[in-house]
């Protein structure tokens, strides 16, 4: 691979790159490496009581200041949070971003997923996939002379197929940096998320305990991933080190789109663990 590896995560809201990718985002800013976090919608349906369209701007500014965290650039793209629906008007979007970001790595959401917006997200960047590569599909944006390798963002649902682990990194090194860009989105983890989970009374004033608080609630939140897939880290990885392993993102490789030899996959996913 001759170029840089760039990296596209393409989310449905703006804390979802960070969330599911920001171990891996992390890793490809600390090599230098271009990294840009797209949120599809504009994050106007989150919250409880702060007016949709206070949330569109509040949100954008969140979503700048999380990439900020690891110099990643950040954008907020304007379809309707919560109405999400797998368009062509979206997948021409998707097509156009592609084309003109040339990721070599892109993520998205599973097709199958509890989020409608993840799944239209999912379901366009399916169906861009190829389409990069066809001069009449967008023509006034040069089409890609290869496709990207498309890989899905880390989920625990089962039907109809867990998620494959096609990629496996460790990412304990990386939750400092994933609480620091998680923390930027304190209309959600400080107030929406917190009150969803009935945790309002739990989330403390101070600057610094915020941020210890949000280490530990992402913590728990994706400590299952490892739990679920112990048997075949430690199978794959040894026990030693696969049986230890407290924090990972795991990635599928998408069918649809560029299948990488090795060598690719270790360029993509320089820290992966070699099975
Ligand atoms: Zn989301």
Redesign the pocket.
Known sequence: MPDEPRLLVL???P??AE?HAGGLATIYRSLGRPVKLVSVTDGAAGHHWRPPEELIGLRRREAAAAGAVIGATSETWDFPDGRLEPTLEVRQRIIREIRQFQPQLVLT?RTCDY?P??RAVGQCVQDASYMVTVPHVVSDVAALRKDPVVAYLPDLFTRPAPLRADIVIDIAQQMESIAGMLACHRSQLFEWLAYEEDILDTVPDGEAEKLDWVHRWFANKIRPRAQRYREELAGRYGKQRGGLMEFIEMFEISEYARQPDGETRRQLFPNMLDG
């Open positions: 989310g449905a809201h804390d979802d969330f959401h989020h917006d993840h």
